[in-house]
C-alpha cells in the first residue's frame, strides 16, 4: 500500500484536487450561499493563475514534497513516531491530529506577526469568499508553509501514509470550507463539531478584525474552540457580510494577478486587519 502511494503520490494527489474541486464548483452552481461582488471570469483566471505559479514553483524546489520529506525522516530514524513502538493505525491518526494543530498555530502565527501578514493578507483580500480562495496564497507563503511542514516532520517523524493522507485532506477541506455554498443548518451544525464549515470558515474572511481574529481551523474546528478562538456567526449575517480587506477593494490591487503578487510589498500601516490595528480601533 505504502510503497503504491509513493509511486503514484503526485498523480493521486492531482486525482483528488480535480475530485473535489470540480465537485465544489459545481456545488456553487447550484447553490451558491452569497452573490459574488467580482465576476466570476476575472476571480478565477487571476486566483488559478497564482495556482498554476504555486505549483510550478513547488515542483521545481521540492519535487518530493512533504510525503518526500516523510520518507526521509523515516529512513533516517528522525522524529518521535520513528522511535515508538505504536501501532500504525495510531501513528496515522496522532500524527493527521499533530499535523493540523501545526497547521492551526501556522494560521495563528500568519496573523500575529507583521511580516507574515504580509504574505498571508494576499489570502485575504480576495472580494470574495469560493473554492479559489481556498487556493489563493502567496508564492512566499507556499514556500513557507512548506519549510514549516518539513520541520513538523522532522520532529514528528510522521507515517509516511499519514502525510500522504494529510495533504489530500487539507486541500480538500481547504476548497469545501472556503466553498460560496448553502449548507442546511442543521448539517453544518452536526459537521462543525468535529470539521470545519464553509459558515464556520467565512466569519475569517470577514473585514472585521475581531471576526477574522477567530476561527483559524482548516480541518478540525477543535481548536478553535479549545483557544477561545471559535465564532459561530458573522454579526453582519452571512449573505451581507462584507468580506475582505478594508484597504484593498479595487479589483486592480485585490483581483488581478499582479496586483495579488504585489500586496506583501505594499506599504503595511494601511488599515488591513493587522493585530497592531486592532489597538487603533479599541
Ligand atoms: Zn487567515
Known amino acids: 500500500m505504502e510503497t503504491f ?4 503520490e503526485a498523480a493521486l494527489r492531482l486525482g483528488f484536487f480535480a475530485g473535489i474541486f470540480g465537485a465544489m464548483v459545481l456545488w456553487e452552481l447550484l447553490a451558491p450561499r452569497r452573490a459574488l461582488y467580482t465576476s466570476k471570469a476575472v476571480r478565477w483566471s487571476n ?24 520518507v526521509f525522516a523515516d529512513l533516517h530514524g528522525w522524529g518521535l513516531l520513528n522511535n515508538v513502538d505504536v501501532p500504525a493505525w495510531l501513528g496515522i491518526v496522532t500524527a493527521m491530529i499533530v499535523l493540523d494543530f501545526a497547521i492551526w498555530l501556522q494560521h495563528v502565527a500568519v ?23 481556498g487556493l489563493r496564497f502567496h508564492p512566499l507563503e507556499i514556500l513557507l508553509s512548506m519549510l514549516i511542514k518539513f520541520a513538523v516532520i522532522a520532529l514528528l517523524g510522521p507515517p509516511v501514509l499519514a502525510v500522504m493522507l494529510f495533504e489530500v485532506v487539507l486541500n480538500g477541506m481547504a476548497m469545501f470550507n472556503h466553498g460560496n455554498v448553502r449548507l442546511p443548518a442543521a448539517l453544518d451544525g452536526a459537521l462543525r463539531k468535529l470539521v470545519v464549515t464553509p459558515d464556520m470558515h467565512r466569519v475569517h474572511h470577514s473585514t472585521h478584525i475581531d471576526e477574522m481574529n477567530s476561527n483559524f481551523g482548516f480541518n478540525l474546528s477543535v481548536w478553535d474552540r479549545l483557544f477561545g478562538t471559535y465564532r459561530a456567526q458573522p454579526r453582519d449575517g452571512h449573505e451581507r457580510m462584507t468580506i475582505g480587506l478594508t484597504a484593498y477593494r479595487e479589483p486592480r490591487e485585490a ?23 486592532t489597538s487603533v480601533h479599541r
Open 5 to 8: 502511494v509513493q509511486a503514484h
Open 47 to 70: 486566483n488559478l493563475g497564482l495556482v498554476v505559479i504555486n505549483t510550478l514553483l513547488l515542483r521545481a524546489l521540492f519535487p518530493a514534497a512533504a510525503v518526500g520529506m516523510a
Open 111 to 133: 496573523h500575529a506577526v507583521p511580516l507574515l501578514w504580509r504574505l498571508h493578507r494576499v489570502h485575504h483580500a480576495d472580494l470574495d469568499f469560493d473554492v479559489t480562495t
Open 255 to 277: 483581483s488581478w494577478l499582479p496586483g495579488l503578487l504585489l500586496i506583501p510589498f505594499r506599504h503595511s500601516s494601511r488599515q488591513d486587519g493587522t493585530q497592531q490595528d
